[in-house]
């Protein structure tokens, strides 16, 4: 379980130290600063498409429309991020799978349209079923979000897996509703995540990392959908979103050491029918790739889509909070 101690805080704790006549354990400390209060300022660096390559701007039918590598050393919480959701008007939410935090910020687009960064940063913690902050690895490793029609938020946990629905209003315990009936490893869970208005308001896909796909219902319960993309070997299936028209957007991840990430991003029309393929992204190295396990879809005015992948930098200093952007043009 990871304490969060503000300045203040660790004043009130020397002092209560000092006052007491046995203590057993010294409170373990963050590795950075933690601001007391949710707001944190953040710093977006750019990152290009292909290092190897600056001039490189398309893979396949997709365009680069920028990319920001995230930190902050205003707090040690900043990390984990696995999953978002990016609304129309630029907003961005997401949750951390290491002390359910959830994250929100704020897209900055250049005159072009390009992503070149992420501000108005807050994090705030999850609250458990006794409406307290959610407390350790087992409860707190939230790995996908998805807002609702109705404004509620759902989030998908694994090792003590479940799902939860928020209500709009803060304050509020949350509920939990329908999840895949299926036997789940304690770190292969519902890593996918995607609400489905299109379909129904309370509709929902939920995406089991070895790669099953299930339809659900909040009060209902969840179908396994068969015949939707599988995990190619060695892959996992790391996020799910859907399209303006109900299409589901499957993103699967692979990381072997030898190579490096790599992952595919499949685009699926009428997946609740024929299910067809109609579009993939594919990102390996040398372009740049990282443990990317979120991905979100905006409409365009014109007809096309902005596409979002979030990587999750697993707490470690060889990986990174990364954001990128493409921009794609659905076939007719």
Request: charged content about 20%.
């Amino acid at each position: 379980m990871r304490r969060r101690w503000s300045a203040a805080a660790g004043s009130l704790v020397a002092v209560a130290l000092s006052l007491a006549a046995c203590v057993t354990a010294l409170p373990i400390l963050p590795a950075a600063p933690v601001k007391a209060g949710p707001e944190v300022a953040l710093r977006s660096a750019p990152v290009l498409l292909d290092p190897s390559d600056p001039s490189r701007t398309t893979a396949g039918d997709f365009t680069y429309a920028g990319g920001i590598a995230v930190t902050s050393d205003q707090t040690s919480r900043l990390h984990g991020l696995s999953d978002l959701v990016v609304e129309p008007d630029g907003d961005v939410m997401s949750v951390s799978d290491d002390g359910a935090d959830l994250f929100t910020g704020r897209l900055t687009l250049d005159p072009a349209g390009r992503l070149v960064g992420l501000t108005d940063g807050a994090l705030r913690p999850l609250q458990g079923l006794d409406s307290q902050p959610l407390q350790g690895k087992a409860w707190g490793d939230a790995e996908g979000v998805t807002r609702l029609g109705d404004g509620g938020t759902l989030v998908s946990f694994e090792r003590e897996h479940r799902v939860w629905r928020y209500a709009p209003s803060t304050g509020r315990p949350p509920k939990a509703v329908a999840m895949p009936g299926v036997a789940m490893a304690e770190n292969d869970g519902m890593e996918g995540l995607a609400a489905a208005p299109t379909i129904a308001a309370d509709a929902y896909w939920v995406g089991v990392e070895p790669g099953s796909i299930w339809f659900c219902r909040l009060s209902v319960s969840c179908e396994a959908k068969a015949g939707l993309p599988k995990p190619p070997p060695g892959y996992r299936l790391s996020s799910l979103t859907t399209g303006p028209k109900g299409e589901l957007v499957i993103l699967h991840h692979s990381y072997i050491p030898a190579i490096g990430s790599r992952i595919i991003v499949s685009i699926v029309r009428d997946p609740l029918g024929a299910g067809r393929v109609v579009d993939t992204l594919t990102l390996a190295p040398p372009m740049t790739v990282d443990n990317f396990e979120g991905v979100a879809v905006v409409a365009r005015a014109d007809g096309g889509w902005r596409l979002y992948l979030l990587s999750d930098d697993n707490f470690s200093a060889s990986q990174r909070t990364l954001l990128l952007a493409f921009d794609w043009t659905p076939p007719r």
